[in-house]
């Protein structure tokens, strides 16, 4: 199996302009998380999806973040506007979910995001 | 609320010794806990996790967790340490609310390995 993909690796973009995050889970897995990290407040999760529903968006910053996932193999996070205060490292992990709350999360090698 | 403290931000260790990162966690029932390892420029990988039973559990790369129900604890170890294991290692508590999503993380402790 791939793992779990995220593309771009790496994006540097301007204050103001859009920005789009794109993953592939593994499939077969029924949940989708995506997270951010940064120095200051580590690893945060951001929204999670289970069978393409979002089920918890409450970490979403503002309303400047979305997030969408119109099939079981592919799900967006897009950033409009952007602001440099967004640079982070970004992650996408997807997990089976038959083991419920213990369920191992697989995480992407993550995007990380420049705004300048 | 529910929360996991690192205490250690940056611990150096030399190869071959003995390793230990601690974790603190503040949840109201039995908690599921995970220890998560990111190598530089990569995303986290599962080291090990406890939900129940034996207190102590085995993971891959030769760690080891001890859950302490008392100490509200669940530290990582490694008997001997290579250089290979020099990364970030992150402890995660979830399960509250009986949910799938909610992994909360600490901060991180990063480890070094002089030769």
């Known amino acids: 199996d791939a793992g779990v993909i995220q593309s771009p690796r790496h994006e540097v973009t301007e204050m103001g302009q859009e920005v789009t995050l794109r993953c592939k889970p593994i499939?077969?897995?029924?949940?989708l998380f995506w997270y951010r990290q940064t120095m200051m407040r580590g690893l945060e999760l951001l929204i999670y999806?289970?069978?393409?529903?979002?089920?918890?968006d409450s970490g979403m910053p503002e309303d400047r973040f979305s997030a969408k996932m119109p099939n079981a193999s592919f799900s967006t996070l897009k950033i409009q506007p952007s602001e440099p205060r967004d640079s982070a490292v970004y992650f996408c992990?997807?997990?089976?979910?038959?083991?419920?709350?213990?369920?191992?999360?697989?995480f992407g090698p993550g995007t990380r995001l420049l705004v300048l | 609320a529910q929360s996991v403290t690192q205490p250690d931000i940056h611990i150096t260790v030399s190869e071959g010794a003995s390793l230990e990162l601690r974790c603190n966690y503040s949840y109201g029932a039995t908690p599921y806990l995970f220890w998560y390892v990111q190598s530089p420029g990569q995303g986290l990988q599962l080291l090990l996790k406890y939900f129940s039973g034996d207190t102590l559990v085995q993971g891959i790369k030769g760690f080891e967790a001890e859950f302490k129900r008392s100490q509200s604890s669940f530290n990582l170890r490694k008997p001997s340490v290579h250089w290979s294991d020099a990364a970030e290692y992150f402890c995660?508590?979830?399960?509250?609310?009986?949910?799938?999503?909610?992994?909360?993380f600490g901060k991180g402790t990063k480890l070094s390995v002089k030769p």
């Open positions: 995660a508590v979830g399960g509250y609310g009986g949910s799938q999503g909610n992994l909360i």
């Open positions: 499939s077969g897995h029924d949940y």
């Open positions: 999806f289970n069978n393409n529903v979002p089920i918890d």
């Open positions: 992990a997807s997990s089976p979910g038959r083991g419920g709350a213990g369920e191992t999360q697989y």
